[in-house]
């Protein structure tokens, strides 16, 4: 070939395009690597770039540009390093090599600009990159490591594909098939480690290993905490002591190996200098992770049970606290080997003992409270209190009791999920519409609270966003929880048996307006605390009868006051802002319900009549009374600010 014919055949090449259009991938492409930026190399690019030789002047190298062209690495047997360079001029770099282990593990550094790692089968081998054929994309930007760490691969020829994606860069590229990877790249670099970091990951058979690094930059003692595993993971603390990418038997300064799902963790005091942490897949597993590294915080120093201090730290860094759903997990952690011992029950009690430092919502920590510590009603329901040895049937039935609302009041009829919402329209005494119970004076409590005073309901209520609602009381003022479910009781027709009973709508629903009935089921349950004043029986019948002074105070968490009839008294409260409800006698007028409570309403200017409700609810609304009936009929009247 004459310099005219060569210069004519580089110029040819040098100008065809190197990718056109992307080829789609197969589900065969790893979940997580693969990125739009990167498109597939196009068969038409491939055969346009079949050029085999170097430019005396530039130096370009075709050799490796296409699979048919790609450099022969021979079998891969322990680790391969070798350099090559892509940029403008030289986008792709192609390298064979023939695996016999079922591992990959493949890294691409030393880079000056931003290229890309991508792992291909020529299944067909046809020469050229089809649909389905990319096993494995790493694409990080800027100058960042890239790394292909895959298993359960089967014995064959494969391509490493090394492209540039901006600029121009030199690189370094390392393979090895090792079980342990024994490559060292930066995935994730956490700078000079100071506190807490925390991070969340994915490990399987496409990517088998996470690499973090950080520097100490004085001497102290690193903790590192691998947890919420489901299958088998390992954590290694390494120090790549000569630098040179690869783990030697020396650069381990520790490791936690444990089997099964079982939490990693590492303690270890380390020099000021630079570390990588390895989460490492065993035996094909698949499995989300939780992973610490801290220089020192509150779990590591307060907490023993690995698995607890390292869930509680991830739940306290990730969101600034701990929240319902993580106590749940953080309790049910305790129970990971069938059984609570005193270690994992003395972590819980000391996080919820701490819950205003770990942003632990209150309510949270009074649930979790009654589940680790005691509370009267674990007895009363047969469930017991928590001790070291409990098992996880009874921490599970607590869970349930408290945080679910499973722990449903013995009534009669048939519990059934009850549609609709918490609120309909707002609030209003008049949703109040009382059942085949006699706690009148529970409901009149509640109407009377919701005339004057609806954020006080509305704030009794969580939305716990799982079918359950987590309903406030007040006991001497302190705030205390209970957790109820949808699950109401009802007759065989589909109504309600108790609260919403008049409400003509079947338990299905979507109109159905549920807070009176979820809160006076809730009273039902916190009764059995044995601080309400009612009967500590989980059952409806047990809060027959009462006084509304006692659960005005419940409701609102302020005093309340029993008083004698006045007229001008009660006008006073009620234009003052004051609930009121009213006792009658036992004995009284025709209309006018006997050993009743009634929620005081106001007064209608038009008539000149007082307006009371009656909680049996109905269609009627508000039965007007003139001052002397009200006298006659009404023995006293309860009122809370």
Same mark, same amino acid.
């Given at each position: 070939m004459n310099n005219a014919t060569l210069n004519t055949t580089l110029s040819t090449a040098l100008n065809s395009p190197l990718q056109t259009q992307p080829i789609p991938l197969s589900s065969g492409v790893l979940p997580g690597l693969q990125s739009s930026r990167v498109q597939p190399i196009s068969s038409s690019a491939l055969t346009s770039n079949l050029v085999t030789v170097i430019d005396p002047i530039t130096h370009i190298d075709f050799r490796r540009n296409t699979l048919g062209s790609a450099q022969n690495l021979g079998s891969l047997s322990g680790p391969m390093s070798l350099t090559g360079w892509v940029g403008s001029t030289d986008t792709i770099d192609f390298y064979k090599v023939n695996v016999n282990s079922s591992r990959l593990n493949i890294s691409l550094t030393g880079l000056a600009a931003d290229a890309d790692l991508r792992l291909i089968q020529d299944v067909n081998q046809n020469g050229l990159v089809d649909y389905g054929e990319i096993l494995a994309?790493?694409?990080r930007f800027n100058m960042r490591d890239e790394t292909i760490n895959v298993s359960g691969l089967t014995a064959g020829s494969y391509f490493i594909e090394v492209l540039q994606f901006s600029g121009d860069t030199s690189y370094k590229l390392r393979l090895s098939d090792a079980y342990v990877n024994d490559l060292i790249a930066v995935e994730t670099d956490l700078g000079n480690l100071s506190g807490t970091q925390i991070f969340s990951g994915h490990i399987d058979n496409k990517n088998t290993t996470d690499i973090y690094k950080f520097t100490a930059s004085t001497i102290y003692n690193v903790n590192i905490s691998l947890t919420g595993l489901s299958a088998d993971a390992d954590v290694r603390l390494i120090r790549d002591t000569n630098n040179n990418g690869l783990l030697d038997s020396t650069d381990v300064v520790v490791s936690s190996l444990r089997g099964g799902s079982a939490a990693e963790k590492i303690n270890a005091s380390i020099p000021g200098l630079t570390y990588f942490v390895q989460v490492n897949q065993f035996s094909n597993s698949d499995t989300n992770y939780h992973l610490g590294i801290s220089s020192g915080d509150w779990f590591n120093t307060n907490l023993v049970d690995d698995e607890i201090m390292g869930e509680a730290r991830y739940?306290?860094?990730?969101?600034?606290g701990i929240d319902r759903n993580e106590m749940i997990g953080l309790l049910r952690d305790a129970k990971d080997y069938g059984a609570i011992d005193s270690s994992e029950l003395s972590d819980l009690r000391k996080i919820v003992g701490n819950a205003a430092g770990l942003g632990i919502a209150d309510y949270v920590r009074v649930l979790a409270g009654k589940v680790v510590n005691s509370d009267p009603a674990n007895a009363r329901s047969g469930i017991g209190n928590l001790f070291s040895g409990s098992g996880s049937t009874q921490m599970e039935r607590l869970i349930g009791k408290w945080f679910l609302g499973t722990d449903r009041p013995t009534a009669a009829g048939t519990y059934q999920y009850a549609s609709g919402a918490l609120f309909q329209n707002g609030i209003s005494y008049r949703d109040v519409d009382q059942g085949q119970v006699g706690d009148c004076y529970f409901l009149a409590s509640l109407g009377a609270v919701a005339l004057k005073a609806p954020t006080n309901i509305s704030n009794m209520f969580t939305d716990n966003g799982d079918g359950s609602f987590t309903v406030r009381f007040f006991n001497n003022g302190v705030a205390d929880y209970v957790t109820v479910d949808r699950y109401l009781p009802t007759y065989p027709g589909g109504g309600f048996m108790y609260a919403n009973d008049s409400s003509g709508l079947a338990y299905n629903n979507a109109n159905n307006e549920l807070w009176v009935a979820l809160a006076e089921k809730a009273y039902v349950q916190m009764s059995q605390s044995g601080w309400t004043g009612q009967d500590v029986g989980n059952t409806y019948e047990s809060i027959a009868g009462g006084w509304a002074?006692?659960?005005?105070?419940?409701?609102?968490?302020?005093?309340?006051?029993?008083?004698?009839?006045?007229?001008? &008294?009660i006008w006073t409260a009620f234009t003052s802002g004051q609930s009121i409800a009213l006792h009658t006698n036992g004995t009284t007028e025709a209309g006018i319900v006997g050993n009743h409570v009634y929620v005081f309403t106001g007064f209608n200017y038009t008539t000149g009549r007082y307006t009371v409700y &009656?909680?049996?609810g109905g269609?009627?609304?508000?039965v007007e009374l003139t001052g002397a009936q009200l006298l006659n009929n009404f023995s006293q009247w309860d009122a809370v600010a």
């Open positions: 994309t790493s694409n739940a306290y860094y990730n969101g600034g002074k006692m659960t005005l105070e419940q409701i609102t968490g302020r005093s309340a006051t029993a008083n004698l009839m006045n007229l001008s &008294n &009656n909680p049996w269609s009627d609304g508000p």
